[in-house]
């Protein structure tokens, strides 16, 4: 099975800060990497496929990249609407999530 | 506009069964690979398990193998998950998703299921 870890798994920002979440994989996954965004009482939103692609629709402030077995999701400015937690996604050989990192309002 | 509505959860007793649905529109859904994904209260989330476009191949996670089974009517746009020999740890919110290339690119809004005596 491939296990993913993110890091951090909580983290207190700002609006307007520069913000970075990593992901490992456990082996090589290649470029079969999801981010996604979920709020509250929400279902998960898509924000990023194949490692480093924008879904249509999301804000060009949000960035991946990586490949292998180590990514980052970049959230280049904060905004009020951004605060949420974020889960990044294997599917290079079923599908396992990471255990999310929740981005909180210092 | 792409919907996924689940119906079917509810409280039932553990070792007991339950079958949800996912009722799909605005998309061909005969064509789509199919997900079922949950999520404990306050945990994150966990992918359960994918049907192909035209129901002839499933996979699931270990933690459900043998206790779960998806399946589709594509004459009816509906997606199932029979679930058998529930447990208190099956407790949970149960999303369907659409398969886009292996990411998840559509969510239904999720339907509670309680495992308890």
């Known amino acids: 099975d491939i296990q993913m870890t993110q890091s951090p798994s909580a983290l207190s920002t700002s609006v307007g800060d520069r913000v970075t979440i990593t992901c490992r994989a456990s082996?090589?996954?290649?470029?079969?990497l999801a981010w996604y965004q979920q709020k509250p009482g929400k279902a998960p939103k898509l924000l990023i496929y194949?490692?480093?692609n924008l879904q249509s629709g999301v804000p060009s402030r949000f960035s991946g990249s990586g490949s292998g077995t180590e990514f980052t999701l970049t959230i280049s400015s904060l905004e009020p609407d951004d605060f949420a937690t974020y889960y990044c996604q294997q599917y290079h050989i079923l599908w396992t999530f990471g255990q999310g990192t929740k981005v909180e309002i210092k | 506009e792409v919907r996924l509505v689940e119906s079917g959860g509810g409280l039932v007793q553990p070792g007991g069964s339950l079958r949800l649905s996912c009722s799909a529109s605005g998309f061909t859904f005969s064509t789509f690979w199919m997900h079922w994904v949950r999520q404990a209260p306050g945990k994150g989330l966990e992918w359960l398990s994918r049907i192909n476009s035209d129901g002839t191949n499933q996979r699931y996670v270990d933690s459900v193998k043998g206790r779960f089974a998806i399946s589709r009517d594509n004459a009816k746009n509906t997606l199932h998950l029979q679930m058998n020999s529930l447990r208190a740890e099956d407790t949970a919110i149960y999303y369907c998703?659409?398969?886009?290339?292996?990411?998840?690119?559509?969510w239904g809004q999720g339907t509670l299921v309680t495992v308890s005596s």
């Open positions: 194949m490692a480093s």
């Open positions: 082996q090589s996954i290649d470029s079969w």
């Open positions: 998703a659409r398969d886009d290339n292996g990411a998840h690119d559509h």
